[in-house]
């Protein structure tokens, strides 16, 4: 009978996504989509949702991997569609970030139907979303340049290939910067009190005798450090000038060599299960974030059972925590994503101001979507919550 319940909600969930991918290759892609500003609720808060190596195949006949004995049956892609549905119906995020390995380019037979599929939670959701390549998605029918073309035209996407001031000399495909903007009617509103950063850490190594993987370039740690001194130059400038500095997020999808600083003892939450599968060079970005001194927290994917955040320099480094079910993982360590909530300052007569605290948990998929290692990442020490 179970056996039945399970077939009946794959082929279900399988028809569902058919319907909605036939539509998708009807519908016009929203052009507003791109020019969509971005800014906190008046909840004085902003939410992102990490999806880190999702490894999506072709749907429904793509079989798991490192599952238990009574999951084999019946998993598919179709449990990592199902894990993103709930948990973006239960966390309901202002941003959904994809850290690359979005599909497993190996397995996939059609990588244009593969990545569609693979978005399509988002999409449905109607909620923003941005995506960063990792090192399997170019292994298909597309290369890493084509993937991202293809993704930066899906709806409700606010991804870029490249920046348009920087796509001259910058490597990689998949940079680029979001500015989270203050609530409305405060008057930060219409200044980034938030800069995210969106880069791509490459795949493999192409530098003679330096086998492994790729890692962030000087052309990007380049663009990096000028946008964020344009950034914080911004945030300082009449109307409304700000003191201190608009902290910042970094996401990318391969790990710094940094994350060997830590362990299941060390860090400050989660857990090391594997080794950090970094670059066999330093690029010297730790050094760079750390100078420049804006970005409080990097998330990463890559390695799916290390979950763990440290702090190092001031700068947390955060493993996002394997997502997709056609990935390798732990058999009884549940799939999970990464969430980040960042809030603001009550100002007087109730209004927001700048940022006060970046928090984060992540969601398990089980039954009850569990909750885990909250913890709070960094917290402004030049502003007081003031009530008047």
């Not at 073309?149 to 996407?157: A, E, G, R, S």
């Not at 732990?330 to 940022?355: E, I, M, S, T």
Request: charged fraction near 20%.
């Amino acid at each position: 009978m179970a056996d039945n319940r399970r077939r009946r909600r794959s082929l279900f969930v399988s028809f569902l996504l058919s319907v909605f991918l036939a539509c998708l290759c009807l519908a016009p892609v929203p052009a507003a989509a791109h020019r969509r500003k971005l800014r906190f609720g008046v909840n004085g808060e902003f939410k992102i949702l990490q999806v880190a190596d999702m490894h999506f195949a072709n749907g429904a006949t793509t079989r798991c991997q490192n599952v238990l004995p009574s999951q084999k049956a019946h998993c598919s892609d179709l449990n990592t569609t199902i894990f993103m549905s709930r948990v973006i119906a239960a966390e309901k995020p202002d941003l959904i970030v994809f850290t690359g390995d979005n599909i497993f380019g190996f397995d996939v037979k059609d990588a244009v139907k593969s990545l569609n599929a693979a978005f399509a939670p988002a999409i449905a959701s109607k909620i923003p979303w941005v995506a960063i390549l990792g090192n399997h998605d170019q292994e298909s029918t597309f290369t890493r340049q084509q993937v991202m073309n293809h993704i930066v035209k899906l709806p409700n996407t606010l991804s870029q290939v490249n920046p348009p001031e920087a796509s001259h000399y910058i490597d990689g495909f998949g940079n680029y910067n979001l500015q989270i903007n203050g609530a409305a009617d405060s008057k930060l509103q219409n200044k980034s009190v938030l800069n995210l950063y969106f880069l791509d850490s490459g795949d493999y190594s192409s530098v003679p005798y330096m086998e492994g993987y790729d890692w962030i370039k000087t052309s990007q740690q380049f663009w990096f450090d000028r946008t964020s001194k344009r950034l914080q130059r911004e945030y300082k400038a009449k109307p409304n000038p700000q003191e201190g500095i608009a902290p910042g997020l970094a996401y990318f999808h391969i790990p710094l060599p940094e994350f060997w600083s830590f362990d299941s003892k060390n860090a400050t939450k989660g857990v090391r299960q594997e080794g950090t599968s970094a670059a066999s060079t330093n690029s010297g970005f730790f050094t760079t974030l750390v100078a420049r001194g804006d970005v409080k927290s990097v998330f990463v994917g890559h390695d799916h059972v290390n979950d763990f955040c440290g702090e190092l320099k001031g700068l947390n480094l955060c493993y996002g925590g394997g997502f997709g079910y056609h990935a390798y993982g732990k058999a009884g360590w549940a799939r999970r994503a990464r969430v980040v909530v960042v809030d603001l300052n009550k100002k007087r007569k109730g209004k927001w101001g700048n940022v006060k605290s970046i928090k984060t948990w992540k969601r398990l998929d089980d039954k009850h979507l569990s909750v885990i290692d909250s913890q709070v990442l960094w917290k402004s020490s030049a502003n007081k919550l003031v009530v008047r």
